[in-house]
């Protein structure tokens, strides 16, 4: 869809419905928070949904508390952000088709009735920066500060391998307009609650090395034992990305006694967003996620094991590729 189509889109509607995916992060929440803002300062009425709410991390965030759980009111307009399919967002609309999806998943569905799926932008909120203005809307500090928010996590402060100069300039523009990069950047990268780093200290105690791949879990005993409150992961996948020589880093988070979230980090140059999918699940080719039905030791075995081919198969093409170079 395009710009011009958006902004009528958006102009014409009263009452706006946001969500994004459930167990947000600061990307989820920066788009919800920059769209809702931008459109409440137009006088529209604006309900931002979360199924799982405002984590701890981002509710320092401007608009944070305006976030509810569930629409309370039908809307005209339903819009998805920073999601990649219907199931991610936790609930449905019973019936509805969500009216526009604005992402940057390579492996969004196109979902929406229609679409606008940029998988080139580092972050769906770096596509409201770019886009806001141009559908009409004016960026203050406090949208800019969302944004800035959701490009500073998702790209992992400017460290993962689709960080451009675009990237950088857009976070600048932001500054720019009064985002403040050193607050934003430690609220959502390195401050964090004693209860989430105690709960690392459960998954860091079981960490795995073969070879190139790397992997722990976390369990609800952990959880509970550590009194994390969320459902996520606590950004300890941040971590084990940080291990070097590691090709690929998984981390297994227990959900209920039959369903285990799975978080998969790679090195520049392989592809997991394909892994991801094939367990029902997306992302990007750095960092990609799936929920999966089973126990953990179920769970773990195929996705370990899964994983395992696709690196065995990843060094044999490359060995294949270098024989066939020097033959
Ligand atoms: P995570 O491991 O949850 O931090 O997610 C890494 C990337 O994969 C993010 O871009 C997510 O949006 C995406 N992702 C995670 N879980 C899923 C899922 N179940 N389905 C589709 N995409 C996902
Ligand atoms: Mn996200
Ligand atoms: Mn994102």
Redesign the pocket.
Known sequence: MIDHQIRALLQKTKKVGLTS?K?P?GDAIGSVLGLGLALIDTGKEVQMVLRDGVSHTFKHLPGADLIKRAFKEECDLYIALDC??LD?IGFTLEGRNFDLVIDH?I?NEGFGIHNLVDADAVATCAILAERLPLWGFKIDTKIASVLLSGIISDSIGFRTSNTTSKSLRIAADLMDLGADISTLYNKALISRSFEAANYWGYGLERLTRQNGLVWTMLTLEDRMKAQYPGSDDADL?NILSSIEEIDIAVLFIEQSQDKVKV?WRARPGLNVAKL?ADFN????PA?????IQGNMEEVKQKVLSSTRQYLERFESDLQSIEEGRTE
């Open positions: 995916h167990r992060d990649s399919d991610r998943h492996t996948t978080s991801a699940g997306g992302g990007h960092a990609a996620g799936a929920e």
